[in-house]
């Protein structure tokens, strides 16, 4: 089962976004995912696309990078380890084009999970989600996963050197309940002063605006 990871974020539950798509595969079959795209008749279609620069708290720049040839889409192909959950049917949505995408629990597990309060807020904001849905919905005992930080950051050293800690994922233990409860109650703070708050539910929704996911999009 594949996993539109970032898409899921941007497309499925928050709209549309101008970033590349990220294709989360097992781990297992992450070398032969990457291949395949490369052999007959595939590498016809899909052309390999210059790498990521390097970025703190990631590996992105590790994984191969494809364009559709003729077209300005750009994709990247991920194993499952990266993103912390399993690509088995059961944790899995299908769009109105039935493209195969994380559930919402799901993926907001994940970023709980890895403590990636960025692509949380960005999700929350999107989603417009209550603090009681992740109560009924969320596993918010204990704290966030530091032994995969630790692993991914063991890669991250792997590639780059043990020298650069401004490169490697914080391994601090936070409570999972404090970070869902700091993330949702501050969304109206990040409206900031483009988005008046008259108008705006969060940063990407207007009050009363339909839900994202509900709409139905060519190529989502």
Known sequence: MLSNRHVSLDLLWCGPSTRDWQIGVPAHLFVYASSLLLSPPHANTYITAPPYAIQPKSLMHTYPRYKCDGLNLFFQILPSSDFHFDCEPPNFVRSSNSLPYPKLGVFIQSLIDTHDRVALCDVVDGTDITEKWGLENLDLSGTNDVDWAKKKNDTIRA?????????????????????????????????????????????????ASEDPWLIHRDGA
């Not at 999972?176 to 969060?202: S, Y």
């Open 159 to 207: 590639h780059l050197g043990s020298w650069n800690v401004f490169y490697l994922i914080p391994t601090t233990a936070v409570s999972r309940r404090d970070t869902w409860e700091e993330i949702v109650q501050g969304k109206e703070a990040r409206l900031g002063f483009k988005h008046p708050k008259e108008l705006f539910a969060t940063r990407f929704r207007l009050r």
